[in-house]
């Protein structure tokens, strides 16, 4: 009963490096996205996909790349890591017949903390 | 831009309390959910509410969608410590197909 995994759970980088949060889901969800989670402001959406070969920009999409290869996975990949990118990051599935209409459920992962010195 | 907007951001109670967390907006909605949020973990979906003016009940919560489909509240009865967690709410935008706004969020606390 694996649902959405994320990995790593926690990291710390150095501002300038580079690294990628990796999400893979095992439901067949056509629908996968990209959250980070700050203090007071929610969830917001960095990158979204509908299907493999398919990703699209969200509401904060700077200074992260993401591709879909597979189904299965949707890794997240921070370019030059800054300051501001410290934060909570959440990778989401669902069906894709239901995130059109936005009547779906997310299903979550259990979130990648990261840290940028 | 479409905003959600959560209100209280933050809320102590006593068990065996009531209250009511309110997510509201300019925009209409097609619909709305509600997800709940442990430390630790990703929200999980408690419902979504499509119709305007639609009632939904989970065992204690009651959720409401406006009937401008503006606006949502959920109210738990009878709080207990385990309804402890992050409310959020969120939709679908209207700028683009798959993409969902979530509100600022409800932090409650029951305490026993």
């Known amino acids: 009963n694996a649902g959405v995994t994320q990995t790593p759970k926690f990291q710390v980088l150095k501002t300038g490096q580079s690294m990628t949060l990796q999400c893979a889901q095992d439901?067949?969800?056509?629908?996968m996205s990209w959250y980070r989670q700050d203090p007071g402001m929610g969830l917001r959406l960095i990158h979204y996909?509908?299907?493999?070969?398919?990703?699209d920009q969200g509401e904060v999409p700077n200074g992260y790349n993401v591709s879909r290869s597979t189904t299965e996975d949707f890794p997240l990949r921070l370019l030059s890591a800054a300051p501001s990118q410290t934060s909570v990051y959440f990778c989401?599935?669902?069906?894709?017949?239901?995130?059109?209409?936005?009547?779906?459920?997310?299903?979550f992962g259990e979130g990648s903390r990261l840290t940028v010195l | 831009t479409q905003l959600l907007e959560q209100s209280p951001q933050f809320l102590s109670i006593q068990e065996g309390e009531n209250l009511t967390v309110y997510c509201n907006s300019s925009?209409?909605?097609?619909?709305l959910q509600w997800y709940r949020q442990e430390p630790g973990e990703g929200p999980v979906l408690l419902v979504t509410?499509?119709?305007?003016?639609e009632v939904k009940k989970l065992k204690r919560l009651t959720f409401q969608f406006g009937d401008a489909r503006k606006d949502s509240s959920l109210h738990i009865t009878a709080a207990q410590p385990g309804d402890t967690g992050l409310y959020l709410c969120?939709?679908?935008?209207?700028?683009?197909?798959?993409?969902?706004?979530f509100g600022t969020g409800t932090r409650l606390k029951v305490l026993a």
């Open positions: 989401a599935s669902s069906f894709r017949s239901h995130s059109s209409t936005g009547t779906g459920e997310l299903f």
């Open positions: 439901m067949n969800h056509e629908y």
């Open positions: 925009s209409v909605f097609s619909s």
């Open positions: 969120a939709g679908p935008t209207t700028s683009g197909t798959y993409k969902y706004i």
């Open positions: 509410v499509v119709t305007g003016g």
């Open positions: 996909s509908v299907g493999a070969g398919i990703t």
